[in-house]
């Protein structure tokens, strides 16, 4: 494939961006390379600069669950952006956003719009702890809540790929009252606290670690940790930035018939568009200014352009629950599909994955936590993401990133994905 305006392009940015990007995954620092300068996107595909053209497996990390631009998303947007791009004062969207969303996720009470995943981890847990009246958080090592100062501790996507535990720029304390578990793991919860008992303002979880790859919570883990943290009177977190409405309409909290405390949105309900939510129990959520002591603003929140798209997204999936049924009867012939080649060829490899969430590990141990994840060969998957890539493929380049499949796709781009991938390990391990 042709990467020679990407080539100018990488070479430009570096000059005036930090590795040449505004995000760490994009610069292909841990599978090496030329990143890609997309064009614009459409349904299932991406187009690079260069015209070169891809399935798209990322969708901007999740939230194109129906695929890029949506004739109907598009065209009220338009007609929002006629009206204005930003006002910095109420609107009825807002209104009617936080309408749809405690309709379609029962144990949303009360809502508040922010603008990232990163945010709304950072106001959610500063409610749990000025709700509470304590300082420590338990997270689960390889889970990414964000780049919060306080969530930088053994945290997953690209912290992990770049092997950095925490951050240079974060004072010791601002992470000392961060405390981390082993994912699927409640004993080294318990532990935690047993120790302190009396302390721990909230736990804050993944409820699919999908920043280690596709690491899905094992039968009691969720449930465990409501247990937990009713016996110790500490508010239980589910991060949905990743699971919330992707999972089904109602996320991981009906997926799996667990109710937190708090839960924390990021993308998705913004269609694509920077945006995110924290919501939860009217009494808890009632701690947030102007109604309670916990301060929390934004000039951009709830911005009418995000709430419009978000709506009319959250919307349709509200009323087609098909929808899940597709992304996810061709989430599971991906699944199924490497599972066959891998056993074809007798690679050492295993296949993760939940819903439409799908990850391909280089190891040949059964993942469950961030250490097996941490087993994974990234040499090989380096190998393996360029042969991909340059047969059409757009994959996370990272090997702790889940692959996403929207309901723009169809088994015409899964079966040829599945090709390319028997391809490529017949090259490398030859038919046995």
């Not at 187009?47 to 065209?75: A, R, T």
């Amino acid at each position: 494939m042709k990467t020679i305006y990407s080539e100018t392009l990488y070479e430009r940015a570096r000059e005036l961006m930090p590795g040449g990007v505004n995000s760490p995954v994009r610069a292909f620092q841990s599978v090496g390379g030329i990143p890609r300068f997309i064009h614009r996107a459409k349904e299932q595909y991406l187009y690079d600069e260069d015209g070169n053209v891809y399935i798209d497996y990322i969708g901007s990390w999740g939230p194109m669950i129906l695929g890029h631009n949506p004739d109907f998303v598009i065209k009220a947007v338009k007609e929002q952006l006629e009206n204005g791009l930003s006002y910095g004062i109420a609107t009825a969207l807002e209104v009617e956003m936080a309408e749809l969303i405690t309709q379609m996720v029962p144990c949303v009470e009360m809502i508040r719009m922010v603008n990232s995943g990163t945010e709304a981890v950072m106001s959610a847990i500063r409610v749990a702890r000025g709700f509470t009246g304590r300082d420590k958080i338990v997270k689960f090592e390889g889970c990414y809540h964000g780049h919060a100062d306080a969530m930088l501790v053994k945290a997953g996507s690209g912290v992990m790929t770049a092997g950095i535990p925490d951050s240079s720029g974060v004072p010791k304390g601002c992470t000392a009252d961060t405390l981390s578990a082993v994912y699927n793991d409640l004993d080294s919860v318990e532990a935690l606290f047993s120790k302190f008992p009396n302390e721990i303002a909230c736990v804050i979880v993944e409820p699919v670690a999908a920043n280690m790859g596709v690491v899905v919570p094992q039968k009691g883990f969720l449930q465990g940790l409501r247990r937990i943290c009713s016996q110790y009177h500490a508010l239980l977190i589910f991060d949905e930035v990743i699971t919330g409405f992707r999972l089904q309409a109602d996320g991981a909290v009906g997926y799996f018939n667990v109710i937190p405390d708090l839960v924390t949105y990021g993308k998705i309900i913004g269609g694509g568009m920077p945006v995110g939510a924290y919501g939860g129990k009217k009494d808890i959520m009632q701690m947030v200014s102007p109604l309670g002591s916990v301060y929390q603003a934004g000039t951009l929140s709830g911005n009418p352009i995000a709430m419009c798209a978000g709506m009319h997204q959250l919307r349709y999936l509200k009323h087609h629950p098909e929808v899940y049924h597709h992304i996810g009867f061709l989430s599971h012939r991906l699944r199924s599909g490497l599972e066959e080649i891998i056993e074809h060829y007798h690679v050492p490899c295993t296949v993760n994955g939940i819903g439409s969430l799908t990850c391909l590990y280089f190891t040949k141990e059964h993942v469950t936590n961030y250490a097996l994840a941490k087993s994974a060969n990234t040499d090989l998957f380096r190998d393996y993401f360029h042969f991909m890539l340059d047969n059409g493929n757009y994959f996370g380049p990272s090997q702790f990133e889940a692959v996403f499949v929207s309901n723009a796709h169809t088994l015409r781009e899964i079966d040829k994905t599945l090709s390319d991938a028997d391809l490529y390990f017949a090259s490398v391990f030859g038919k046995k």
